[in-house]
């Protein structure tokens, strides 16, 4: 079965760290460049970081410095260490692939950062 299911999100102090995590099926994961996105309440779905399949990584402007995308190819798994978070980090986080065609989205992992 073609899925994505992301972990690891919660409630976090402003300059508090989380550590998310997905698991992908491997037909969705091999080869491809992956990304994290998130979605905050009333606006539009945007990329965060990318992670090619040999480990080069991208990331937005407001996270540089902040946020590293990470992967294993053995456990089909991307990671996204988010430290120093701020209140403008709060969204629903997910994972998928950054180019060509997508499968569906999976539930997400709420990321909420205040005091």
């Known amino acids: 079965q073609v899925q994505l299911v992301e972990s690891g999100g919660g409630l976090v102090q402003p300059g508090g760290s989380l550590r998310l995590s997905c698991a992908a099926s491997?037909?969705?994961?091999?080869?491809?460049?992956m990304g994290w996105y998130r979605q905050a309440p009333g606006k539009q779905r945007e990329l965060v970081a990318a992670?090619?399949?040999?480990?080069?990584?991208d990331y937005t402007d407001s996270v540089k410095g902040r946020f590293t995308i990470s992967r294993d190819n053995r456990k089909n798994t991307v990671y996204l260490q988010m430290n120093s978070l701020k209140p403008e980090d709060t969204a629903v986080y997910y994972c998928?692939?950054?180019?060509?065609?997508?499968?569906?989205w999976g539930q997400g992992t709420q990321v909420t950062v205040s005091s």
């Open positions: 998928n692939r950054r180019y060509g065609s997508r499968p569906s």
């Open positions: 491997g037909s969705i994961f091999n080869g491809y460049t």
């Open positions: 992670v090619t399949s040999s480990g080069s990584t």
